[in-house]
Each structure stands twice: as C-alpha cells, then as structure tokens.
C-alpha cells in the first residue's frame, strides 16, 4: 500500500470529493427502512454522547475504499466498498440541507431495485424528522463535527477488492456472485461501457436464476464430479470460477481460448465476458432440458408434478436435473436409457429414507456407502470419465426397498420407479 492513501475525512468531506462514482460493477441499492432508521438511531446516540463527552468526541462509522480510476482518460474515484451506507448518508444529508451539492448526486440509476429504495428512504427520512424538528439542526452538525469515515484510496483495483475482501470478512459475509461479477467486469478492460452496462442489466434482470444456477447446479456438479461433498457457494469458492487469463500462455489456457464458447461445467473459461456467456448459456441450457422431458418423457414430468406440492421431494428432484444437465452437457443427448435410470437413480434416495436432507444428497450423489442405500453409484464422476453414452446407459440402477416399513405416499412413487427401470 505505498501508494495508497489513507486519511480520515467528516461525511460531508467524503460526500463532497470530486469525482466520486458509484461504478457499474456494484450490486443494486438495498438497504431498508429498517437499515435507514438503524443509521439514524446511531448518529442520534453518538450526538448525545458528544453532549456528554464534549465537542471534540468523533463517531466513526466504517471504512471506505476507493479506487483511482484513470480508465479512458478520465478520472473518477470509484466507490468499492461502502457504496449502501453512502448513498444512505448522501439521501440523509441532500434532506438536511437542499442547498448541498455532491457530484454523486448526479448518478443516474438504472437498477429498479436501485430507485425504489432510494425513494422509499428518502420518504422515511422525510417522515422520520416530521415531529423530530428540533433534532435536524444536530443532525446538520454532526455530518461536519462528529461523523467521520476511514477513507482509503487504492490505485491498484486489484488490491482494492482484497481490501474490500478483508474488510467484510470480519462482518456480514459477501455475496459471492457480486464478487465474480466485479472481478469479470474488471477484466473486460477491451469492451466499451455500453456493453458492460447492457451485461449488468441483464444480470440484475436474472439475479434469482443465477443465484439459483450456481446454488442448484453448477457448484454442486462440480463438487460431485471430483468425488467431493458440496456445500453452500460462498466467497471462499470464487476462485471456481474466475476463469483464465486471457493473457496466460498455459497450454490448458490456449485449449480454453480456442474453444470459445463451446463451455463444459467442469472445464475453466476465459476470464471477462465469456463468465456471463457462460451463465446465460447453463440458464437457457436448463430450460431446453426441461422443455425436451416434458416433451418425450411426459412419464417422468407427470410423477414431478403429482409430488410438486410435497417439499421432501425438492432435494432428489435437484439431484435428477443435476445428474441429466451434467449428461447432456457431455453427450448432447438425452438417450432413453439414460433419462431412465437417472430419474431412477435420483427417486429411489426419496424410497430409501424417511427423511431427505442435503447431507444426505451429497452423500449419494458421490457413491458413499450407506446400508439405506439401494444404489452405490458415483453418478457424477462416472458421467465426467464416460467416454460415450453408453457407458451411462449401461449403468445398472436397482429398484429395491431394504426396509420393512411401509412406504405410506411413497408407496405409488416405488410401483412407478419399478415400472420404470423394467
């Protein structure tokens, strides 16, 4: 950190700094009402300990790190970390004083997220001082006399993400894809801004879907695939999916490069754009699947929907549209006898035990024994390691129920399953 700078600057310092920027890459504002009245409660209890230690108490209320940003030619200093609780502050402050100017004040938001919380804080705060008359004047002062900030600015960003890694470690975990999501962008250093803007409204568009691509189906087939129990994607695992450099000479980075778009959920990419060509492409890939079994295994769609409504289901559903995305991602077929024993394979874990779990899934889905068992298969690495369809195809899948205990709803499921495999 030679270069860099740190100083210690009174919010209205802060919000006054000449080009600062919230830039494309940040997650949409979405800080509440509750969060708005948190902030407020706080600067009102460090005005009545200045009253009580004396004027030369300061509050602080977090550390902020910006980025020097020379892109283009033009200099901004770009918001990294802090973004939620500045823009608070900025909503606050623009209601205390209508005559102050900030060059953030300018931003034009795109996000609906993004403009629904602004204005649903903005009315709180209007609300909030309605009978609180008296407190604006304090409340005036403090942005100027008590509240201040830990400001460092970075000219390396890469540096400015391990900071921002650093800092939210110790508080409230990161969102993992908003990470991956800044750290491609980053890397798209030849794409103009229009296309970055255009990426990031599409991924706000498709938050949930992607949330659920990587939660759902692409951590845990790449976990299962290596014969390792999966787990909840967090910020540990980015690394993942941070792809290759597009500068590296490796020869697997030359492979990946030449390969272009044609992606293999257990194969690296190239960093920058193609991460979100990939998403995209998993995303559609998921839907054509669901639209082909619906289409030629109407069987197997008919036995989901008549179990949709019942939750102990969800886990061995997931697991089948894991096991059959992880197959076609391979093969690019959906071979009858493959389609079968899959959705066999996934079900009877539902026959085999009382009660379904995620533990339970990871367990199975890698082939680890259990006497509960009726089937010991490591689908996943079997399918990573198949050198054609028929080696899946081939897979004996056993349909047997080990228990003595009746199988209550499930009974229908078990004659349907046995039906099935033939």
Known sequence: MINDEIMIKSINDLLSMEKLN??????????????ILELLSDINDAIEKQKQYGSNFRY??????????????????????????????????????KNFESDLLKTEFNNKITIYNISENYKYIEEYFIFRENLKQNFIKAFTNLLEVVVIKVEDIS????LFDSQNSKGKSLEPLDLLKAYHLREMKDETEITKKVIINKWESKAQAIKDLFNIYLFPIYNWSRGKKSKKFTKDDIFVYKGINK?????????????????QITESFTSGKSFFEMIYYYIYLID???????????????????????????YVKDLFLCAILFYYDRFNNLNEDVVRKLFVWSLMLRIDLEVVQY???????????????????????????????????NIEVKVFHKNNQKLGIWQKLYDDLKKIIR
């Open 22 to 35: 919230i830039p494309i890459y940040q997650r949409p504002y979405e800080w509440s009402k509750k969060n």
């Open 359 to 393: 533990d339970s899934i990871n367990k199975y889905a890698i082939g680890e024994y259990s006497w509960k068992y009726s089937n010991q298969i490591p689908i996943f690495e079997k399918i990573k390691y198949a050198r054609t369809d028929d080696e899946i195809a």
């Open 159 to 162: 540096e400015a993400f391990q």
């Open 60 to 97: 602080r209320i977090g550390t902020i790190i910006l980025h020097e940003n020379y892109e283009n030619k033009e200099y901004k200093l770009d918001i990294v970390d802090g973004q939620q609780r500045i823009i608070s502050l900025l909503l606050l402050n623009k209601y205390l004083d």
């Open 247 to 263: 500068d590296s000479n490796y020869s697997y980075a030359k492979r990946a490069k030449k390969a272009g778009e044609c992606f």
């Open 288 to 314: 054509e699947i669901k639209v082909k079994l619906n289409e030629n295994y109407s069987y197997i769609t008919n036995i989901l929907n008549e179990y949709k409504n019942i939750y102990a289901i969800k």
